[in-house]
C-alpha cells in the first residue's frame, strides 16, 4: 500500500512539482492550496501525512493548520512543515510541534527519507498500527464481542 500524502501550498507550480516527486517515489499525493481546503480533504479522506508550507499568503497559515490538526486528530496525522521561511522566538514553539521540518529546496532523497521517517515513528508508537491482527483473548477469558 503506497503512503498518502496531502501536499498543502499555495503556489500551483510548486505544489504540482511535490507531487510528481512523490508519486515517482511511489507515494499517492493530493495538491491543496490552503488550509481550509486541507482540512475538508483530512476529513473526506485522511492522509498518512501532511506535507505543508509553514507560510501560507491566506488568513490560516500552515502554522495554525498544524494547531488545528493537532486539536482535531491529535498526533494521529502527522505533519511535516516544508518551508524556506525560519522561525522567530514566537514561532519556534510552532516549528517544535511539527513531526519534521524541512528546509527548501528539499532533495527528492531527502523528502522521501523524512517521509518515510516520520511514519515509522508513528508506527512504532502505535501498538495497533504495528498489530495488524487483533490480539486473541488471553487462555481463560471471556472473547471480546
Not at 10 to 30: H, I, N, Q, S, T
Not at 53 to 58: G, N, Q, T, Y
Not at 73 to 98: C, K, M, N
Amino acid at each position: 500500500m503506497s503512503w498518502r500524502v496531502l501536499v498543502v501550498d499555495w503556489d500551483p507550480k510548486a505544489g504540482e512539482a511535490l507531487r510528481a516527486r512523490l508519486e515517482g517515489r511511489g507515494m499517492v499525493a493530493r495538491v491543496v492550496a490552503d488550509a481550509e481546503a486541507a482540512l475538508a480533504a483530512l476529513e473526506a479522506d485522511p492522509a498518512d501525512v501532511v506535507l505543508t508550507e509553514a507560510c501560507l499568503p491566506s488568513r490560516r497559515s500552515g502554522l495554525w493548520l498544524l494547531a488545528e490538526i493537532r486539536r482535531r486528530w491529535g498526533h494521529g496525522i502527522p505533519v511535516i512543515l516544508h518551508t524556506a521561511w525560519f522561525p522567530d522566538s514566537e514561532q519556534l514553539p510552532w516549528y517544535r510541534a511539527a513531526d519534521a521540518v524541512l528546509i527548501k529546496p528539499a532533495d527528492d532523497d531527502v523528502l522521501a527519507a523524512c517521509i518515510a521517517g516520520v511514519l515509522l515513528c508513528k508506527r512504532a508508537s502505535d501498538p495497533a498500527a504495528r498489530s495488524p491482527e487483533p490480539t486473541p483473548a488471553a487462555p481463560g477469558t471471556a472473547e471480546a464481542p
